[in-house]
């Protein structure tokens, strides 16, 4: 559902204000954080943005109004995605790094993130690449005129679902665009597990139910999380008894569990099953990868 006008003028005025924002900072000198992370991002008005306001929300119209392209296509040519998306719990403050240089190229990073509504993103300037602006093609946010120092930072705060297409003006010719998806995240209805597994790419809400088995296994070392960095599946259910068995696919993994004292006894990097354990007691178990929980790999065991 599309804003109403006036929804959109008091945002575009936060984005003319937050600029005010950037250009204070300049004078802070690198590594200064332009916007705390703090800020409200839309609760802010600048009377003085008022006549620059109108000009630009006209412009932005017209971007609207161009064929819409699936989302995927749109991001065939940006620099750095590999197709997969960051995505972010409630309560989490990604950041995008604005120039960050890939394959000699210059790129959002990560250029696509998914994130549950009232998230306040942010973007931090590398200093690589030249000049540079964070600019929504749907006139939702603008960072204002460019910069190219490291430290600039601007940010908004994502109250409405959607799909928020952006770019970085000067260079938007040269793949310099991301993607802000606004949406909740796939849940299964348990706050820890969902908690836990939110930011690995293969959770899609649902949960493996393997109750009644004696054993099963884990893969550890499947497809997800920008590489083989994930558990599949990542969310196992299983009676009170079952022998679960963790198989690497390939390394270097590990197993370590968050609440109990279960591990595998070391990184692993060999193809086999390395770790097994029986769960006897009923509960929500979470564990991750050493290496990789950073990345997103994460899984959890409940037991009935
Ligand atoms: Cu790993």
Not at 20 to 47: E, K
Not at 123 to 133: A, L
Request: charged share 20%.
């Amino acid at each position: 559902m599309r804003r109403s006008p006036t929804r959109r003028r008091l945002l575009q005025s936060t984005a003319l204000a937050s600029l005010a924002a950037v250009a204070g900072c300049l004078s802070g000198g690198p590594g200064s954080q332009a916007i705390g992370a703090d800020g409200d991002g839309t609760a802010t008005d600048s009377p003085a943005a008022t006549t620059a306001d109108a000009t630009e929300s006209t412009a932005t119209e017209t971007a609207e109004s161009t064929p819409a392209e699936s989302l995927d296509d749109w991001l065939a040519d940006a620099n750095g995605y590999t197709g997969d998306r960051r995505r972010y719990g409630p309560g989490s403050q990604p950041t995008i790094a604005v120039g960050e240089p890939v394959d000699d190229e210059m790129a959002f990073d990560p250029p696509m993130i998914a994130v549950p509504p009232g998230t306040n993103v942010r973007w931090d300037w590398t200093g690589h690449g030249g000049q540079h602006n964070v600019v929504a093609l749907d006139g939702t946010f603008d960072s204002g005129r460019t910069n190219a120092q490291a430290g600039t930072g601007y940010h908004y705060v994502f109250d409405d679902p959607g799909v928020y297409r952006f770019v970085s003006e000067p260079h938007r010719e040269d793949g310099m665009k991301g993607a802000v998806v606004v949406r909740e995240p796939p849940s299964t209805g348990n706050d820890a597990v969902d908690a836990w597994v939110v930011d690995s790419s293969n959770f899609d809400g649902s949960v493996a139910d393997e109750t009644g088995r004696e054993t099963t296994t884990v893969t550890v070392g499947a497809a997800g999380n920008g590489g083989n960095f994930a558990f599949d599946p990542p969310v196992l259910k299983v009676s009170a008894g079952t022998t679960v068995r963790w198989r690497w696919d390939g390394g270097p993994h590990s197993v370590v569990f968050r609440d109990l004292d279960v591990r595998s006894d070391g990184v692993f990097s060999e193809p086999g099953v390395h770790l097994e354990h029986d769960f006897e007691d009923p509960g929500t178990y979470l564990y991750a990868c050493g290496p990789h929980q950073t990345l997103g790999m994460k899984g959890a065991i409940v037991v009935e």
